[in-house]
T-cell receptor, first 114, second 111 residues
Framework: EAEVAQSPRYKITEKSQAVAFWCDPI?????LYWYRQILGQGPELLVQ????????DSQLPKDRFSAERLKGVDSTLKIQPAELGDSAMYLC????????????FGPGTRLTVL | SQQGEEDPQALSIQEGENATMNCSYK?????LQWYRQNSGRGLVHLIL?????REKHSGRLRVTLDTSKKSSSLLITASRAADTASYFC???????????FGTGTRLTVIP
């Protein structure tokens, strides 16, 4: 069964360093989402791509976060510089169509900022 | 900000019992979905119910939707230890094409 791939699974970094997360959605899925999930809370959307275009990045802290999906396939989320408050699980999800029907989630990247 | 609120925040039951979780939301929606998350893992889609539907079943899961009260419930029948997880409702607001997740219910099923 096809799955969403994410790497790394765990990342420990010091504040002010740069970190990057990678996501490979299910083949053929046009829509890709990056979420941040703080421990004990639900996921919150950071950015949504439709193919290679950003559809919604209204909740993305653009002073330090950036995301790209250059060829409309895999995607990278970057944080520079990382802050203590960025410690969280970063989840990637993909969806076949343009609407929010079933989303398929990757295993996530657990980020710890020291 | 999160759209939904699950109730209760935590639930502990014996294996074989039924578990009911509730979700309330604030604005009109296109659909409501339930997801499960095992500790430290990604979310798994369980069921989707559209705004014009009132009830839906999938195996041991039963979901209801009351748009007049802006609420939904998830019933898991004959619970198993493997059902231990966090359960989230997520709504697609009318006019939007992404999901807003609730705060989750932590379910523990005791063998």
């Amino acid at each position: 069964e096809a799955e969403v791939a994410q790497s790394p699974r765990y990342k420990i970094t010091e504040k002010s360093q740069a970190v990057a997360f990678w996501c490979d959605p299910i083949s053929g899925h046009a829509t890709l989402y990056w979420y941040r999930q703080i421990l004990g809370q639900g996921p919150e959307l950071l950015v949504q791509f439709q193919d290679e275009s950003v559809v919604d990045d209204s909740q993305l802290p653009k002073d330090r976060f950036s995301a790209e999906r250059l060829k409309g396939v895999d995607s990278t989320l970057k944080i520079q510089p990382a802050e203590l408050g960025d410690s969280a699980m970063y989840l990637c999800a993909s969806c076949l169509g343009r609407r929010s029907d079933t989303q398929y989630f990757g295993p996530g990247t657990r980020l710890t900022v020291l | 900000s999160q759209q939904g609120e699950e109730d209760p925040q935590a639930l502990s039951i014996q294996e074989g019992e039924n578990a009911t979780m509730n979700c309330s939301y604030k604005t009109s929606i296109n659909n409501l979905q339930w997801y499960r998350q095992n500790s430290g893992r990604g979310l798994v889609h369980l069921i989707l119910i559209r705004s014009n539907e009132r009830e839906k079943h999938s195996g041991r899961l039963r979901v209801t939707l009351d748009t007049s009260k802006k609420s939904s419930s998830l019933l898991i029948t004959a619970s198993r230890a493997a059902d231990t997880a966090s359960y989230f409702c997520a709504t697609e607001k009318t006019g939007a094409n992404n999901l807003f997740f609730g705060t989750g219910t932590r379910l523990t099923v005791i063998p």
